[in-house]
T-cell receptor, first 112, second 113 residues
Framework: DAKTTQPPSMDCAEGRAANLPCNHSTISGNEYVYWYRQIHSQGPQYIIHGLKNNETNEMASLIITEDRKSSTLILPHATLRDTAVYYCIVRVHHQAGTALIFGKGTTLSVSS | EPEVTQTPSHQVTQMGQEVILRCVPISNHLYFYWYRQILGQKVEFLVSFYNNEISEKSEIFDDQFSVERPDGSNFTLKIRSTKLEDSAMYFC???????????FGDGTRLSIL
């Protein structure tokens, strides 16, 4: 089973920031926090990942609490195209490559 | 931007038949994965493949399943004798190293009749 807990759904107005929370209270020291999203009928799309520092890229920002037990994905200016299921996943990095264990995620609905 | 390509986009097969799903990973990637998603359910890991051998597999990946990298560009998933419950979206993914994000294709929808 997934080691993360996310709200099943969230709504956001277009142009506003979308803040998606994730709890991972049993995360281990060598586990990274990954975020993916899945737009209807497409494959999961990588968004961002981090270990303990906050991260930002062209898609989003990832804020990880100091105790690493929770994190927030921030889409700074949500658009209609950001409507998707967002998955928070914890994953060990290993040279052999490790599986992504998907949960049910958060369905984000962006409306105009 | 390079992407993972999967063919066909939709495959319809009679129960009991063999099916091969094909994937072209991103060209400089060395790690390859298969996942599946039954309609309305979670994405599930099947298998990971590196250096011409399976590095990890799930309970779903039983003797009916096999993977192969037949040449320098393709990565295939074979289901030997399909069952109705094999109907799902099958996603291929690849990563450059074991430490980097996996990038997914848009999947093959497999329908078993």
């Amino acid at each position: 089973d997934a080691k993360t807990t996310q709200p099943p759904s969230m709504d956001c107005a277009e142009g506003r920031a979308a803040n998606l929370p994730c709890n991972h209270s049993t995360i281990s020291g060598n586990e990274y926090v990954y975020w993916y999203r899945q737009i209807h009928s497409q494959g999961p799309q990588y968004i961002i990942h981090g270990l303990k520092n906050n991260e930002t890229n062209e898609m989003a920002s990832l804020i990880i609490t100091e105790d690493r037990k929770s994190s927030t994905l921030i889409l700074p200016h949500a658009t209609l195209r950001d409507t998707a299921v967002y998955y928070c996943i914890v994953r060990v990095h290993h040279q052999a490559g490790t599986a992504l264990i998907f949960g049910k995620g958060t369905t984000l609905s962006v409306s105009s | 931007e390079p992407e993972v390509t999967q063919t066909p986009s939709h495959q319809v097969t009679q129960m009991g038949q063999e099916v091969i799903l094909r994937c072209v990973p991103i060209s400089n990637h060395l790690y390859f994965y298969w996942y599946r998603q039954i309609l309305g359910q979670k994405v599930e890991f099947l298998v990971s493949f590196y250096n011409n051998e399976i590095s990890e597999k799930s309970e779903i990946f039983d003797d009916q399943f096999s993977v192969e990298r037949p040449d320098g560009s393709n990565f295939t998933l074979k289901i030997r004798s399909t069952k109705l419950e094999d109907s799902a979206m099958y996603f291929c993914a690849s990563s450059r190293t074991g430490y980097q994000p996996q990038h997914f294709g848009d999947g093959t929808r497999l329908s078993i009749l």
